[in-house]
Protein backbone atom coordinates (compact mmCIF):
# COMPACT_ATOMS: atom_id res chain seq x y z
CA UNK A 1 0.00 0.00 0.00
CA UNK A 2 1.28 3.41 -0.83
CA UNK A 3 0.72 6.56 1.79
CA UNK A 4 1.07 10.07 -0.27
CA UNK A 5 0.17 12.84 1.97
CA UNK A 6 0.72 16.38 0.73
CA UNK A 7 1.05 19.99 2.75
CA UNK A 8 2.11 23.62 1.86
CA UNK A 9 -0.81 24.55 1.02
CA UNK A 10 -2.68 28.07 2.46
CA UNK A 11 -3.60 31.48 1.40
CA UNK A 12 -1.40 33.96 -0.74
CA UNK A 13 -1.83 36.68 -2.01
CA UNK A 14 -1.35 37.17 -6.20
CA UNK A 15 2.20 37.21 -6.98
CA UNK A 16 3.23 35.40 -3.72
CA UNK A 17 4.58 31.78 -3.38
CA UNK A 18 4.11 28.54 -2.24
CA UNK A 19 5.65 25.40 -1.92
CA UNK A 20 4.03 22.03 -1.67
CA UNK A 21 5.49 18.99 -0.41
CA UNK A 22 4.26 15.14 -0.81
CA UNK A 23 5.43 12.66 1.13
CA UNK A 24 5.32 9.19 0.25
CA UNK A 25 5.41 5.94 1.91
CA UNK A 26 4.98 2.20 1.57
CA UNK A 27 7.28 1.05 -1.47
CA UNK A 28 10.22 2.28 -2.65
CA UNK A 29 9.64 5.72 -3.58
CA UNK A 30 12.31 6.26 -6.26
CA UNK A 31 10.93 3.97 -8.72
CA UNK A 32 8.82 5.44 -10.34
CA UNK A 33 7.46 9.28 -11.93
CA UNK A 34 5.55 11.47 -9.68
CA UNK A 35 3.11 14.34 -10.62
CA UNK A 36 0.79 17.32 -9.32
CA UNK A 37 -2.80 17.50 -10.28
CA UNK A 38 -5.22 19.79 -9.32
CA UNK A 39 -8.79 20.69 -8.94
CA UNK A 40 -10.86 23.84 -8.54
CA UNK A 41 -14.78 23.23 -7.40
CA UNK A 42 -16.80 22.44 -10.59
CA UNK A 43 -13.66 21.79 -12.81
CA UNK A 44 -11.83 18.58 -13.54
CA UNK A 45 -8.50 17.26 -12.23
CA UNK A 46 -6.00 19.44 -14.16
CA UNK A 47 -2.47 18.28 -15.01
CA UNK A 48 -0.05 20.98 -12.89
CA UNK A 49 3.49 18.89 -13.34
CA UNK A 50 5.54 15.26 -13.59
CA UNK A 51 8.55 13.95 -12.86
CA UNK A 52 10.90 11.16 -13.91
CA UNK A 53 11.64 8.62 -11.61
CA UNK A 54 15.58 9.79 -11.47
CA UNK A 55 14.12 13.51 -11.86
CA UNK A 56 16.05 14.13 -15.12
CA UNK A 57 13.09 14.61 -16.76
CA UNK A 58 10.14 16.98 -15.75
CA UNK A 59 7.03 17.97 -17.84
CA UNK A 60 4.35 21.03 -17.05
CA UNK A 61 1.43 22.20 -18.30
CA UNK A 62 1.25 25.57 -20.32
CA UNK A 63 -0.34 27.27 -17.38
CA UNK A 64 1.76 26.61 -15.30
CA UNK A 65 5.32 26.77 -17.35
CA UNK A 66 7.82 28.91 -16.44
CA UNK A 67 6.33 29.63 -12.37
CA UNK A 68 5.48 26.44 -11.29
CA UNK A 69 9.16 23.87 -10.48
CA UNK A 70 8.46 20.52 -9.53
CA UNK A 71 11.83 17.99 -7.87
CA UNK A 72 11.82 15.73 -5.85
CA UNK A 73 14.33 13.99 -3.11
CA UNK A 74 14.43 10.28 -3.55
CA UNK A 75 16.48 9.98 -0.18
CA UNK A 76 13.84 12.22 1.46
CA UNK A 77 10.38 9.84 -0.23
CA UNK A 78 9.55 13.42 -1.18
CA UNK A 79 8.72 15.50 -3.86
CA UNK A 80 7.96 18.89 -4.27
CA UNK A 81 6.12 21.92 -6.46
CA UNK A 82 7.58 25.50 -5.78
CA UNK A 83 5.05 27.59 -6.80
CA UNK A 84 5.68 31.35 -8.24
CA UNK A 85 3.61 34.39 -9.55
CA UNK A 86 0.94 32.72 -8.34
CA UNK A 87 -2.22 34.00 -10.12
CA UNK A 88 -6.06 33.61 -8.67
CA UNK A 89 -6.92 30.76 -11.46
CA UNK A 90 -4.05 29.21 -9.34
CA UNK A 91 -7.01 28.58 -6.61
CA UNK A 92 -7.45 24.68 -5.70
CA UNK A 93 -6.93 21.77 -4.07
CA UNK A 94 -3.69 20.54 -5.42
CA UNK A 95 -3.10 16.57 -5.69
CA UNK A 96 0.11 14.02 -5.11
CA UNK A 97 -0.07 11.22 -7.71
CA UNK A 98 2.21 8.27 -8.10
CA UNK A 99 2.54 6.17 -11.23
CA UNK A 100 3.52 2.32 -11.27
CA UNK A 101 4.98 0.03 -13.22
CA UNK A 102 2.50 0.21 -15.84
CA UNK A 103 3.40 4.28 -16.22
CA UNK A 104 3.40 5.38 -20.00
CA UNK A 105 5.69 9.03 -20.40
CA UNK A 106 3.56 9.52 -23.53
CA UNK A 107 0.23 10.01 -21.58
CA UNK A 108 2.16 11.71 -18.02
CA UNK A 109 -0.55 14.58 -18.25
CA UNK A 110 -3.32 11.88 -17.77
CA UNK A 111 -4.34 11.03 -14.47
CA UNK A 112 -5.77 7.63 -15.11
CA UNK A 113 -2.15 6.68 -15.56
CA UNK A 114 -1.28 7.22 -12.04
CA UNK A 115 -1.76 4.74 -9.03
CA UNK A 116 -1.87 6.26 -6.23
CA UNK A 117 -3.50 9.48 -4.87
CA UNK A 118 -2.80 11.77 -1.76
CA UNK A 119 -6.44 13.82 -0.16
CA UNK A 120 -4.59 17.13 -1.46
CA UNK A 121 -4.30 20.69 -0.13
CA UNK A 122 -5.85 23.76 -0.64
CA UNK A 123 -3.86 26.53 -2.46
CA UNK A 124 -6.10 30.08 -2.37
CA UNK A 125 -4.58 32.66 -3.92
CA UNK A 126 -6.50 36.29 -3.32
CA UNK A 127 -6.70 39.07 -5.85
Known amino acids: QVQLVESGGGLVQAGGSLRLSCAASGRTFSDYPMGWFRQAPGKEREFVAA????????YYADSVKGRFTISRDNAKNTVYLQMNSLKPEDTAVYLC????????????????????WGQGTQVTVSS
Open 51 to 58: ISWSGTNT
Open 97 to 116: AAGSQSFSYSRFATASNYRH
